[in-house]
């Protein structure tokens, strides 16, 4: 986004199943910020009831909505000419203690 927006480099859009779910995703992405690298968004935006949250932290911008939201805000559609990059899960480390059969 930096080349065609410069008030951020990333937006993050992320589709939630339901409101339950909605506001997990906006806890969980705070609370792993807070945990990590000790960050705060620098303003949260909108609720669970109204379908959508926005958590702005400066270089990346974390769009939730529920799927009727999603789809009438559109933003894909909105920032067609911003590159795309794919979110790949990083791979989880099994600690070696727990590859060891249970009961050895």
């Known amino acids: 986004m930096g080349d065609l927006l410069a008030v951020t480099d990333f937006f993050v859009l992320v589709t939630a199943s339901n409101a339950r779910q909605l506001g997990t995703v906006a806890e969980e992405v705070e609370g792993r910020l807070k945990m990590s690298d000790g960050r705060r968004p620098r303003r949260r935006e909108g609720t669970v009831d109204a379908g959508w949250i926005v ?3 400066g270089d990346v911008v974390v769009h939730a909505f ?12 909105l920032w067609a000419d911003a590159p795309r990059v794919e979110f790949v899960e990083p791979a989880v480390a099994v600690p070696a203690s727990s590859s060891r059969p249970i009961g050895t």
């Open 55 to 57: 958590l702005d932290y």
């Open 66 to 77: 529920d799927a009727e939201r999603r789809a009438f805000y559109s933003l894909e559609r």
